[in-house]
């Protein structure tokens, strides 16, 4: 009877949330383009690398809070296929990959509960 | 020295009564169909897998550890490959479209619509172009740097293309197609150089650069032949029939699997079956060797890949070697 290889442990899977790509793994950090252009200068770049963190700090600040701004409110989607919807925004997951919504008005009813994929997502919008 | 000798040939001995242990990647929810490892890179090599689920997933190659999830395809992906570097990832999927990858971000950098399904996907050795191939039996080549402009477009596949692959230094292209024949293209004419017909549906092809060698399976045979000749090396005849093949970098032994779960390991001089390992609960559809030969990863319609021990027993990866206690204690 042989023995079976000893193993450390089982590959690991995928995680449930998120698609991955971690962006602390060392490979994420040491190969990823910056879209920040002044980051790949040199050290006379590093003030204008602050003032654009700066601004891109702003710009997501601005977006996580329009998110908070439309929680429960109408909003218009525009999906593809020249798919529009409209319904109540209830929340985001954490990568932006899916919103809750409820209420969903679609060419076959009313669904009172659902989840949008936003990659089928053109656009969105509501009225503050 | 005395010791080092002892311990090798103990070493071995304890291997050789060892039982091969496959680590199972689970994730997809679907059969995999197509797998493909990267380049060895300075932070170890990478593993690509299609699957039906229409979600490829980059893992690490040598644990099987998952990364991410390239997320955007509609459909079942066929095809998918990584570049040497393990930076750009390209798939081939039913929703008529192929789609170029960050591989390090996992940002959908690229789709390239077709007009049918796709089925295979393959970068040049410097990543600046993409070879695809599918049901509407073109073969095309994409400029990454100019993606807007038309591809370059190769016909004469009478039937779908299942596999495409670059050859002898991106200077020529090899596919495989439904109409029973394999197709050696030359890049700059888009004309066919040689033909090969068979009486069965080739069902996997393989290029081994280093030494020229075009592994192909059909029915229950794996054949091998030179791949800018397309001349004959020798064919090997399976127990059941075989979905693919792979030849160890070294060129020693090959591994194959197919319809009946499991997976056959070949002496490739002798042509004679060493091992055959069962552990697949459905048909083997993909298997390839790792870039250093330390494994081997397969893919199943049961929705897993596995990985299995080129030298089993080996410390590798998350393979652990376990001497005898006794030797242990006393020499370790």
């Given at each position: 009877?042989k023995?079976p290889v000893?193993v450390?442990?089982l590959p690991?899977?995928?995680?449930?949330?998120?698609?991955?790509?971690?962006?602390?793994?060392?490979?994420?950090?040491?190969?990823?383009?910056?879209?920040?252009?002044?980051?790949?200068?040199?050290?006379?770049?590093?003030?204008?690398?602050?003032?654009?963190?700066?601004?891109?700090?702003?710009?997501?600040?601005?977006?996580?809070?329009?998110?908070?701004?439309?929680?429960?409110?109408?909003?218009?989607?525009?999906?593809?296929?020249?798919?529009?919807?409209?319904?109540?925004?209830?929340?985001?997951?954490?990568?932006?990959?899916?919103?809750?919504?409820?209420?969903?008005?679609?060419?076959?009813?009313?669904?009172?509960?659902?989840?949008?994929?936003?990659?089928?997502?053109?656009?969105?919008?509501?009225?503050? | 020295?005395?010791?080092?000798?002892?311990?090798?040939?103990?070493?071995?001995?304890?291997?050789?009564?060892m039982r091969q242990t496959p680590l199972t990647c689970s994730?997809h929810?679907?059969p995999v169909?197509?797998l493909?490892?990267?380049?060895?890179?300075?932070?170890?090599?990478?593993?690509?897998s299609?699957?039906?689920?229409?979600?490829?997933?980059?893992?690490?190659?040598?644990?099987g550890?998952?990364?991410?999830?390239?997320?955007?395809?509609?459909?079942?992906?066929?095809?998918?490959?990584?570049?040497?570097?393990?930076?750009?990832?390209?798939?081939?999927?039913?929703?008529?479209?192929?789609?170029?990858?960050?591989?390090?971000?996992?940002?959908?950098?690229?789709?390239?619509?077709?007009?049918?399904?796709?089925?295979?996907?393959?970068?040049?050795?410097?990543?600046?172009?993409?070879?695809?191939?599918?049901?509407?039996?073109?073969?095309?080549?994409?400029?990454?740097?100019?993606?807007?402009?038309?591809?370059?477009?190769?016909?004469?596949?009478?039937?779908?293309?299942?596999?495409?692959?670059?050859?002898?230094?991106?200077?020529?292209?090899?596919?495989?197609?439904?109409?029973?024949?394999?197709?050696?293209?030359?890049?700059?004419?888009?004309?066919?150089?040689?033909?090969?017909?068979?009486?069965?549906?080739?069902?996997?092809?393989?290029?081994?650069?280093?030494?020229?060698?075009?592994?192909?399976?059909?029915?229950?045979?794996?054949?091998?032949?030179?791949?800018?000749?397309?001349?004959?090396?020798?064919?090997?005849?399976?127990p059941a029939?075989i979905h693919s093949?792979s030849?160890?970098?070294?060129?020693?032994?090959?591994v194959a699997g197919g319809d009946d779960f499991k997976l056959y390991k070949?002496?490739?001089?002798?042509?004679?079956?060493m091992e055959s390992y069962k552990g697949h609960f459905g048909p083997v559809h993909c298997v390839r060797?790792?870039?250093?030969?330390?494994l081997y990863a397969s893919g199943s319609e049961d929705g897993t890949l596995r990985l299995w021990q080129t030298?089993v027993?080996?410390?590798?990866g998350l393979w652990?070697?376990?001497?005898?206690?006794?030797?242990?204690?006393?020499?370790?």
């Amino acid at each position: 009877m042989k023995t079976p290889v000893s193993v450390l442990r089982l590959p690991r899977g995928p995680e449930p949330n998120s698609r991955g790509f971690d962006p602390n793994s060392p490979r994420y950090i040491a190969l990823c383009p910056t879209t920040i252009p002044a980051s790949q200068g040199n050290k006379a770049d590093s003030v204008n690398l602050e003032e654009e963190q700066q601004l891109r700090s702003e710009l997501r600040e601005c977006f996580l809070r329009s998110l908070i701004a439309m929680t429960d409110k109408q909003v218009q989607f525009n999906l593809y296929e020249k798919v529009q919807v409209q319904a109540k925004f209830g929340a985001s997951d954490i990568d932006v990959l899916n919103f809750q919504v409820s209420d969903l008005q679609t060419p076959l009813g009313v669904q009172k509960e659902a989840l949008l994929r936003c990659q089928d997502m053109i656009s969105y919008s509501f009225h503050l | 020295t005395v010791y080092k000798r002892f311990s090798t040939v103990l070493r071995n001995q304890s291997r050789m009564a060892m039982r091969q242990t496959p680590l199972t990647c689970s994730g997809h929810t679907r059969p995999v169909v197509d797998l493909a490892f990267s380049g060895i890179t300075p932070y170890g090599y990478f593993l690509i897998s299609a699957c039906k689920d229409g979600k490829p997933m980059l893992r690490q190659g040598d644990t099987g550890d998952w990364i991410g999830t390239f997320l955007g395809h509609k459909g079942a992906v066929w095809g998918a490959t990584l570049n040497k570097e393990a930076t750009k990832a390209a798939t081939a999927a039913a929703d008529f479209s192929a789609k170029v990858w960050d591989a390090v971000t996992g940002d959908e950098v690229l789709t390239l619509a077709h007009k049918h399904i796709v089925k295979c996907v393959n970068f040049t050795q410097d990543s600046n172009c993409l070879l695809t191939g599918g049901n509407d039996k073109v073969l095309r080549i994409y400029d990454l740097s100019k993606p807007e402009a038309e591809p370059q477009e190769i016909s004469g596949h009478t039937s779908a293309i299942k596999k495409a692959l670059w050859c002898n230094d991106d200077q020529q292209i090899l596919s495989a197609a439904e109409d029973k024949t394999i197709r050696l293209w030359d890049r700059n004419t888009g004309e066919a150089v040689k033909t090969l017909s068979f009486e069965a549906s080739v069902s996997s092809m393989e290029y081994i650069p280093d030494g020229e060698i075009l592994v192909i399976t059909y029915g229950r045979t794996i054949a091998f032949y030179k791949a800018h000749t397309l001349d004959p090396i020798k064919t090997i005849d399976a127990p059941a029939s075989i979905h693919s093949a792979s030849l160890h970098p070294d060129k020693d032994f090959f591994v194959a699997g197919g319809d009946d779960f499991k997976l056959y390991k070949y002496d490739y001089s002798t042509k004679e079956e060493m091992e055959s390992y069962k552990g697949h609960f459905g048909p083997v559809h993909c298997v390839r060797f790792s870039p250093d030969g330390e494994l081997y990863a397969s893919g199943s319609e049961d929705g897993t890949l596995r990985l299995w021990q080129t030298a089993v027993g080996k410390t590798y990866g998350l393979w652990k070697c376990v001497l005898p206690g006794e030797f242990e204690r006393r020499f370790a």
